[in-house]
């Protein structure tokens, strides 16, 4: 019963304190937030009158004083800067003598002398530097206004000076649009040495300074740029939530501070709804407490323990036993598929082999009947290697502009309101080798990517063009390139972050919000295609990300081509080639199709056999490696084979993906010929092989090169 009386005004407690916290940090929220609107407001009026003062000093460079004062050109110079920028009253110049010698506002400009002001004896006595003057009310207006001066110089002296006189209620009509209607908030721009330029709602009386025990100059005088505070007004004595920040280059803070009332009103509200909430909860509960007997709630409450636990774990082990089976399923797929793919080769390569000499109809629809089973066969093993995560991306020709515009519902949704999408899209772009849903996979990560890089939203740009690189650098050939660019304008990156950006696992996010792999995954998409990813970022200034994609031609076709059909495969010029594979049907029927299209072949059945082999004969212009071999593995092989012979040409050929135990080959232009192939596919794979030799001419036995290389 005690609990029962407790629980509730705890709850009570704490969730009016929540509340509490809750509203204040909304109104600081508000305060920062209304606080940089402001500055980045005056930040341009005052980078506009900065202009405005260095464009006089150019119009009137050339003219003395006497030339100055009487020139009406000068007189329409100001008036027209005047017409342009609602935010002046006037432009005007003074001479070095203190006298008001030209001004927007008339025309002669009657004796002025305004030797006394302010802003003259400052730059009288050697400022050299923007001068922003205490307000001062209008005679003909009647409202006040400050100006903001600065030294005409001659051959590095004093030679008069140009201001422009800026209007306070061009000040108050943007802070009350920002701020709202006056009574609940202040938002000021003060001078560092705590003079009020502007203030909304304005005062009755002369414009006044800021205290300096007050908590804005104090945290001003500190050196900080900004800050947030509540403390209790100087001015009239309001306890406000305020904000300020510096304005970059200029003595200048602005000020916006909400009253604590404005907060403690609304909660209140919500502490007089928590309390009659209470009082209803606590009214229920002991009268529920004296219905329950203790046993039957003891009883209870134990028996959802257990049920709580029996399901908890019974989710766990169930997670578990899904984990292992998917990663033994994984695992026995991948090594299925290496078995499948082996005897494929052999029977697609046999069938094919033997349709060329078959020219009876019926035995002719039964071998073409076989061969599309065996090629049935071949997608299976390729869907199992897919799952297993050991298959290559299959790709097309694709109209890279064509996939990014299908994406225009989703990536609105996926980026939120606050990331503006812009799309810089080339015309005639080249189709670009690409699988279309690897390509939106990748630009939804980049574009996720951007959007936490942009917490308070910004831009993003994705844009494509047509590049060619002259030079292969970078693990990039020399050709033609379609570039997709992703940029956004937020946080960027440092260099050390750019350099790891790509690792595997790597991420400055919070380890509830990332992985760090989607930048690898999108690098080992474009690596895959014979492309590339570039990342141009810094700290503060935005990041781009490009890929290169290689150009395609008009068409790729992902089925395989038939040998069979009666079109003639291409021969390279005739060469001695050794095949090296541990499955003895593979090797057979790989020997047939190469012999078919004149080669010459000598078999090894391992590693180590041929290694014997090229030691008793070493004239072969090809070495075709079986990748996965027990002993002395492909690329162990191709390893002893390099250290002894630097440029034997080598292909590989594997029915089981590892792309990082390929990789470094592939990087050192090692090509790499898929289990099932046909012949047409083995020719193509030979001539890409052989074609660094560039015909007869170029062929040097191996060992020739071993010979070449000692020497």
């Not at 009487?70 to 009253?89: C, M, R």
């Not at 994984?330 to 290496?338: D, F, I, M, P, Q």
């Amino acid at each position: 019963m005690l609990v029962a009386a407790l629980l509730p005004l705890l709850l009570f407690v704490g969730i009016s304190w929540f509340d509490y916290r809750l509203e204040l940090d909304r109104t600081r929220e508000h305060a920062t937030a209304t606080a940089d609107a402001l500055a980045e407001h005056a930040q341009k009026v005052v980078e506009t009158a900065d202009l405005v003062l260095a464009r006089i000093l150019d119009h009137v460079q050339a003219l003395n004083w006497a030339t100055i004062g009487t020139s009406e050109d000068v007189h329409q110079f100001l008036l027209a800067l005047k017409h342009e920028l609602p935010q002046l009253e006037s432009a005007f110049l003074v001479s070095p003598e203190g006298i008001n010698v030209a001004s927007s506002r008339v025309f002669p400009i009657p004796h002025i002398d305004v030797s006394s002001r302010e802003y003259f004896i400052h730059a009288l006595e050697g400022g050299r530097s923007t001068f922003f003057s205490e307000p001062f009310k209008g005679q003909i207006a009647g409202t006040y206004a400050f100006t903001i001066t600065r030294p005409r110089l001659t051959n590095g002296r004093f030679d008069g000076l140009v201001g422009v006189t800026i209007s306070s209620p061009y000040f108050e009509a943007f802070y009350r649009a920002v701020a709202g209607q006056p009574g609940n908030s202040t938002a000021a721009l003060i001078r560092d040495d705590g003079v009020l330029l502007v203030r909304f709602p304005s005062l009755i009386d002369q414009p006044v300074r800021v205290a300096p025990q007050s908590r804005l100059l104090q945290a001003a005088s500190s050196g900080a740029r900004s800050g947030i505070y509540t403390a209790r007004s100087t001015v009239d004595g309001h306890t406000r939530t305020a904000a300020f920040r510096r304005l970059i280059g200029a003595p200048l803070l602005v000020g916006y501070g909400v009253d604590n009332s404005v907060y403690l009103q609304e909660w209140y509200l919500h502490l007089a709804l928590f309390a009659l909430l209470t009082a209803l909860s606590s009214a229920a509960i002991l009268y529920a407490g004296h219905l329950m007997l203790r046993s039957t709630a003891r009883e209870s409450a134990q028996a959802r323990n257990l049920i709580d636990e029996i399901t908890r774990r019974q989710k766990a082990e169930a997670a578990l036993q899904q984990s292992q089976k998917m990663e033994a399923l994984g695992r026995l797929t991948g090594g299925v598929a290496h078995d499948f793919n082996n005897l494929l080769a052999a029977i697609l390569g046999s069938l094919e082999l033997l349709a060329r000499h078959v020219s009876e109809p019926r035995p002719a629809r039964l071998l073409a009947t076989a061969r599309k089973a065996a090629e049935r066969g071949a997608q299976i093993t390729a869907q199992m290697l897919a799952f297993s995560r050991h298959q290559e991306i299959q790709v097309r020709a694709v109209d890279v502009n064509e996939i990014i515009r299908s994406m225009g519902d989703l990536l609105p949704r996926a980026l939120g309101p606050a990331v503006r999408i812009r799309y810089n899209l080339a015309d005639e772009l080249w189709p670009a080798t690409a699988d279309p849903a690897q390509l939106e996979v990748a630009l939804l990560n980049l574009a996720v990517n951007a959007r936490d890089a942009m917490p308070l939203g910004g831009d993003l740009t994705i844009a494509t063009d047509r590049t060619t690189v002259a030079e292969s650098a970078d693990g990039i050939a020399s050709g033609e390139y379609v570039r997709v660019s992703v940029s956004d304008t937020g946080e960027g990156m440092s260099e050390e972050v750019r350099q790891r950006a790509f690792e595997p696992f790597f991420t400055t996010k919070e380890p509830t919000k990332g992985t760090g792999l989607g930048l690898s995954m999108v690098f080992g998409f474009a690596s895959s295609l014979g492309g590339s990813v570039n990342i141009e970022s810094a700290a503060g200034r935005g990041t781009t990300i490009s890929i290169l994609l290689p150009r395609a031609s008009a068409t790729i076709s992902l089925a395989p081509v038939s040998a069979a059909d009666g079109t003639p495969v291409a021969i390279v010029r005739a060469a001695r080639i050794l095949v090296v594979d541990d499955d003895e049907t593979v090797r057979m029927t790989t020997r047939a199709m190469l012999e078919e299209l004149g080669h010459q072949v000598a078999e090894a059945d391992g590693g180590r056999a041929a290694l014997r082999l090229l030691n008793a004969d070493r004239q072969f212009r090809l070495i075709l490696v079986d990748y996965a071999m027990p002993e002395l593995s492909g690329s162990d092989l191709a390893k002893e084979v390099r250290s002894r012979w630097p440029d034997a040409p080598l292909l590989f050929v594997t029915g089981y993906v590892e792309n990082e135990g390929l990789r470094d080959w592939t990087d050192q232009g090692v090509p790499t010929l898929r289990k099932p192939f046909t012949q047409r596919e083995l020719a193509s794979a030979v001539a890409d092989a052989l074609a660094p030799e560039e015909g007869p001419s170029r062929v040097i036995p191996l060992h020739e090169r071993r010979q070449a290389s000692a020497s």
